[in-house]
C-alpha cells in the first residue's frame, strides 16, 4: 500500500493508540480474558507493526514537522511533478492481509460498542464499577476513516516509480519524478486520501487538500 507524508492522516493513525490500550486496560480488569480483549490485543499489536513501517514515524514522534514535503533518511527520497514541482511524497509498504483483519475486527468491536459493553463490568481495586469509554463515536470515525485509507488500492501507475524504495536505503538525496500520466494518477489518489480524512469539515478539509493539490 502507499501512505502519505502527511501530518494529518499521522495524527490520526497516532491517536488511535490510547483508546485501544484504554479499551484492553479496561477489559482485562474484568479477570478473564474474553472474545474482545483477544481482538483487541491482536489489533494492537498490528497497530504497532504498521507503525513501525510508516517511513517517517520518528520524525513525526520526535515533533520534527518542519512544513513541506522533506525527504527521509531511511529512503533519501523526494517526489517531484513532471514540471519539476516537489510534491507531497507517498511511501510504499507492506501490510499483511492479518494485520489489516485485525485492525478491522478491532473497528468493528468500536463500531458496536461491544468493547465499551464488556468493559463496562471491570471493577477498580475499590470495587467501583469502571466507566465506560468515553469519545466513542469520534475515536470510531478516527479508526474507519483511517483504515478506509490503509484499505486503498495503489495506483498501478505509481507502483513502478515507488516500489524500489521498499528496498532504498540510499543516504543520498535521491529523487523520483512523475510522468504526466503518472502525477494524474497521483493527484487522484491523493485526492482519495484527503476526501476520506477531512470530508465534514469544510476549513480542515480546504487546508488538508491545500498540501498535495
Known amino acids: 500500500m ?3 507524508d502527511d501530518p494529518v492522516f499521522f495524527a490520526k493513525f497516532q491517536s488511535l493508540e490510547e483508546p485501544i490500550l484504554r479499551r484492553l486496560y479496561l477489559l482485562h480488569g474484568t479477570g478473564s ?6 481482538i483487541i490485543s491482536a489489533a494492537y ?8 513501517r510508516l517511513p517517517l514515524w520518528s520524525r513525526w ?3 520534527d514537522t518542519t512544513t513541506g514535503p522533506a525527504s527521509d533518511e531511511r529512503t533519501g527520497y ?16 507492506e501490510v499483511t492481509a492479518a494485520e489489516l483483519g485485525q485492525l478491522m475486527a478491532c473497528l468493528g468491536l468500536f463500531a458496536e460498542g461491544g468493547a465499551g459493553r464488556h468493559a463496562a463490568t471491570a471493577t477498580t481495586d475499590a470495587g467501583r464499577r469502571a466507566a465506560p469509554p468515553e469519545g466513542d463515536e469520534g475515536i470510531t470515525d478516527d479508526f474507519r476513516r483511517i ?3 490503509l484499505s486503498l488500492p495503489p495506483p498501478r501507475l505509481l507502483l513502478g516509480p515507488l516500489l524500489p524504495l521498499l528496498t532504498q536505503r540510499s543516504t543520498g538525496s535521491a529523487s523520483v519524478t512523475l510522468r504526466a500520466e ?3 494518477e497521483y493527484r487522484t489518489f491523493c485526492e482519495e486520501i484527503v476526501t476520506i480524512l477531512s470530508l465534514g469539515d ?8 491545500a498540501m498535495y493539490l
Not at 45 to 52: A, E, F, I, N, T
Open 61 to 63: 514522534q520526535t515533533g
Open 2 to 4: 502507499l501512505v502519505p
Open 202 to 209: 469544510p476549513f480542515a478539509y480546504r487546508s488538508h487538500r
Open 147 to 149: 483504515m478506509e485509507v
Open 33 to 38: 480474558e474474553t472474545d474482545d480483549e483477544r
Open 182 to 184: 503518472e502525477e494524474t
Open 45 to 52: 499489536d498490528s497497530w504497532v507493526q504498521v507503525l513501525l
Open 78 to 93: 523526494v517526489l517531484y511533478g513532471p514540471r519539476g514541482d516537489q510534491l507531497t511524497s507517498l511511501y510504499p509498504i
